[in-house]
């Protein structure tokens, strides 16, 4: 399509976005808008530095390609840089969203319908600590194509659509948020949140009105499938993405493949290609999604990667380079990480704790070396039994102590396709999942 510069690397990525939203607040519409955008970034590369620009007008792509090579400096031996030998060169069209379940095919008024149905069922004006109530539908969906100077031609697609609604209860002056959304990939799959929402909406009432602070200290903690989700990517995603190495020789030695790094029961992976929110067949180098075991076993077997990192560490290329959108310059980025499942039986693992907390879920969570979660709902547990709801400001532990404490992993794996992640100012769309797990110890406060 395009006269790509001799002697220079170049690249064309190309973004159709188009996007609704949906917000009610106490029954009012707040927000109800629709846009589309179209836009591209161009790139050149001389061996030294970027150049790049970005335009709405795919017209002038063709100008923005000679212009930036003009300002580069000719390399006959680009092909020969290490980063730029690392640059794939697929030809693939994966459209995957583009038939009867598109969602740019959907009325505003069929997703309105879908969300005040929500509200009908699910929002009860006769529980007086319910003292305000959000309801909301978002959607997106991505066309994106990419064109290399090495011959890279792909388009491939990506969308995804959510719903959900969110209760504030305030019980003796302290308010506390629950409820439910569910982030999926068709809108039939969204459609049947009535009863997750009210049993949500009422875990939270219970809590809120029977919670007791928690006595600070270390406990066994088990962590059911949402934290466990939440944990691997702030915890141990995170240091998987090797541009964090490039200048960090301390964190390179802390790293090294082959390491056992936690509990033999452990293992991480990341794969792109899984038809989920983090879904990302080629990534915005045009590398092919791959399935990358980070962990394996507790042994470190891999890490996340751009050209440039793997180029840099001697490493192979996972197609893990992504931009927020057209407008930004991409970067190492998870896609679908998540712990797998083990064997070990939930009951069974709760019951062989005397006296522990269970954290059902957590409002976020951070991790380096060491990790903080910010727990919403917790429960004490009493005997191998569940006991009373527990408010608690944090969890916190070493990550390389935690991965060795992990002595349970549970069979009842789930992925979950809520998470957005930032880095570096960007955000993007990525899943985390995991099972059940029990942790020898973590501080709660």
Same mark, same amino acid.
């Given at each position: %399509?395009?006269?790509?510069?001799?002697?220079?690397?170049?690249?064309?990525?190309?973004?159709? &976005?188009?996007?609704?939203?949906?917000?009610?607040?106490?029954?009012?519409?707040?927000?109800?808008?629709?846009?589309?955008?179209?836009?591209?970034?161009?790139?050149?590369?001389?061996?030294?530095?970027?150049?790049?620009?970005?335009?709405?007008?795919?017209?002038?792509?063709?100008?923005?390609?000679?212009?930036?090579?003009?300002?580069?400096?000719?390399?006959?031996?680009?092909?020969?840089?290490?980063?730029?030998?690392?640059?794939?060169?697929?030809?693939?069209?994966?459209?995957?969203?583009?038939?009867?379940?598109?969602?740019?095919?959907?009325?505003?008024?069929?997703? %309105?319908?879908?969300?005040?149905?929500?509200?009908?069922?699910?929002?009860?004006?006769?529980?007086?600590?319910?003292? =305000?109530?959000?309801?909301? *539908?978002?959607?997106?969906?991505?066309?994106?194509?990419?064109?290399?100077?090495?011959?890279?031609?792909?388009?491939?697609?990506?969308?995804?659509?959510?719903?959900?609604?969110?209760?504030?209860?305030?019980?003796?002056?302290?308010?506390?948020? #629950?409820?439910?959304?569910?982030?999926?990939?068709?809108?039939?799959?969204?459609?049947?949140?009535?009863? !997750?929402?009210?049993?949500?909406?009422?875990?939270?009432?219970?809590?809120?009105?029977?919670?007791?602070?928690?006595?600070?200290?270390?406990?066994?903690?088990?962590?059911?499938?949402?934290?466990?989700? %939440?944990?691997? $990517?702030?915890?141990?995603? $995170?240091?998987?993405?090797?541009?964090?190495?490039?200048? +960090?020789?301390?964190?390179?030695?802390?790293?090294?493949?082959?390491?056992?790094?936690?509990?033999?029961?452990? =293992?991480?992976?990341?794969?792109? +290609?899984?038809?989920?929110?983090?879904?990302?067949? *080629?990534?915005?180098?045009?590398?092919?999604?791959?399935?990358?075991?980070?962990?394996?076993?507790?042994?470190?077997?891999?890490?996340?990667?751009?050209?440039?990192?793997?180029?840099?560490?001697?490493?192979?290329?996972?197609? &893990?380079?992504?931009?927020?959108?057209?407008?930004?310059?991409?970067?190492?980025?998870?896609?679908?990480?998540?712990?797998?499942?083990?064997?070990? /039986?939930?009951?069974?693992?709760?019951?062989?704790?005397?006296? #522990?907390?269970?954290?059902?879920?957590? /409002?976020?969570?951070?991790?380096?070396?060491?990790?903080?979660?910010?727990?919403?709902?917790?429960?004490?547990?009493?005997?191998?039994?569940?006991? !009373?709801?527990?408010?608690?400001?944090?969890?916190?532990? =070493?990550?390389?102590?935690?991965?060795?404490?992990?002595?349970?992993?549970?069979?009842?794996?789930?992925?979950?396709?809520?998470?957005?992640?930032?880095? &570096?100012?960007?955000?993007?769309?990525?899943?985390? #999942?995991?099972?059940?797990?029990?942790?020898?110890?973590?501080?709660?406060?």
């Amino acid at each position: %399509m395009y006269r790509f510069p001799k002697d220079l690397y170049a690249d064309v990525r190309i973004n159709e &976005n188009v996007q609704s939203n949906i917000y009610i607040k106490n029954g009012e519409v707040e927000n109800n808008t629709s846009v589309s955008v179209t836009g591209a970034i161009v790139r050149v590369y001389d061996g030294e530095m970027w150049y790049s620009s970005v335009t709405n007008d795919l017209s002038a792509i063709q100008q923005e390609l000679d212009d930036l090579a003009g300002l580069a400096k000719p390399n006959p031996d680009i092909l020969n840089d290490p980063m730029v030998k690392n640059f794939e060169v697929n030809r693939a069209e994966v459209l995957i969203y583009d038939g009867e379940n598109d969602l740019r095919k959907v009325g505003r008024e069929q997703k %309105m319908q879908l969300l005040e149905g929500l509200i009908a069922d699910c929002v009860d004006d006769s529980i007086p600590e319910i003292n =305000s109530w959000d309801a909301f *539908y978002n959607d997106t969906h991505t066309v994106k194509r990419f064109y290399s100077s090495k011959g890279a031609a792909i388009t491939q697609d990506k969308q995804a659509c959510a719903a959900g609604i969110y209760f504030q209860i305030t019980v003796n002056g302290v308010t506390t948020s #629950g409820g439910k959304s569910q982030r999926k990939m068709d809108l039939g799959s969204i459609k049947n949140l009535s009863q !997750e929402i009210i049993a949500e909406r009422d875990r939270t009432l219970d809590f809120a009105r029977n919670a007791v602070d928690v006595t600070p200290g270390d406990y066994t903690c088990v962590l059911a499938p949402v934290v466990t989700a %939440m944990f691997t $990517h702030e915890s141990f995603g $995170h240091k998987s993405e090797a541009d964090f190495m490039l200048n +960090d020789k301390t964190l390179r030695d802390e790293w090294i493949m082959g390491k056992t790094v936690g509990n033999e029961k452990v =293992s991480i992976c990341d794969s792109g +290609d899984m038809p989920n929110h983090g879904y990302t067949p *080629y990534d915005d180098e045009g590398s092919k999604a791959r399935e990358t075991w980070l962990i394996k076993n507790g042994v470190l077997t891999g890490r996340l990667h751009d050209a440039h990192s793997a180029a840099v560490l001697g490493e192979e290329i996972t197609g &893990n380079c992504r931009a927020q959108s057209y407008q930004c310059m991409p970067m190492v980025r998870m896609t679908n990480t998540y712990m797998q499942g083990g064997s070990d /039986n939930v009951e069974q693992m709760i019951s062989e704790v005397e006296d #522990g907390i269970y954290v059902y879920c957590v /409002n976020y969570g951070t991790g380096q070396s060491t990790f903080t979660m910010q727990p919403s709902i917790c429960y004490r547990i009493r005997d191998g039994k569940l006991a !009373e709801p527990i408010r608690a400001n944090v969890v916190t532990g =070493s990550v390389f102590k935690t991965l060795f404490d992990i002595d349970a992993v549970g069979d009842d794996f789930e992925l979950f396709d809520s998470y957005f992640c930032g880095k &570096n100012g960007q955000t993007v769309s990525v899943s985390a #999942g995991g099972p059940t797990i029990r942790v020898k110890s973590l501080t709660v406060n």
